[in-house]
């Protein structure tokens, strides 16, 4: 049995290859004993699931695949697609976690996050993110016609562009003391992320922190064989 971590694939009409290269890597190398988790961004932008589902309709039937020959599959939101919902779970087989969430696995506590809670010091962001994390936002944000949501999507992501144009990458990174703070108040050693395209382990004073790169020209991945030593691979789409 292993475990595989993925995260920030920003899946997109306009770039087939990345929704090529998911479905490869579904039938190609994830076993029907594994365990896929999938840390949030899995798609570029996800206005609801009347119209995800239509638009990504390959991705859909592929995950559908896979949990149907038993390989089970998370997701947890991230700030691109917060928006999926229960169809979109009835159609895939995928089960829906909180964000941060906390496994067991060897003999070992890991928490699981997108990452985007971490970035403490982006204010402007977290003020967003309240926002539309809110239910009445969302209940009148799907209430709108399609092409008002994405009008409206697409909107909220000019203005994002915008935004990170003028602020640092310290700001837009995580917060040193906001990771302490969730390691010590789960009690974890090993924090494993995504969100913010930046590769690494970082060793901390309380264990480790695993940044999961995004799907660019390549994809990066972290298996993890019961028993075995995690690791991280990238390979070229």
Known sequence: MRRLFIADLHLHPARPEHSCALIDFCEQRIN???ELYILGDLFEVW????????TYADVIAC???????????????GNRDFLIGSDFCLATGITLLPDPYLIRFDQQDVLLMHGDTLCTDDLDYQGFRSLVR????????LAMSPA?????????RQQSQSMTATKSDEIMDVNSDAVDQIMAQYQVSLLI???THRPQVHHLNLGERIVLGDWGGHFDYLS????????????SI
């Open 63 to 77: 995950f559908k695949q896979l949990t149907d020959t038993g390989t089970k599959v998370y997701f947890m939101a």
């Open 224 to 235: 993890w064989p019961q028993g075995e030593a995690w690791h991280l691979i990238r390979q």
């Open 193 to 195: 992320h995504g969100h």
């Open 148 to 156: 008002l949501r994405m009008q409206k999507a697409a909107n909220y």
């Open 134 to 141: 809110s239910p009445h936002w969302q209940q009148e944000f």
């Open 47 to 54: 206005i609801g699931d009347d119209v995800g589902m239509v």
């Open 32 to 34: 029907a004993d594994d």
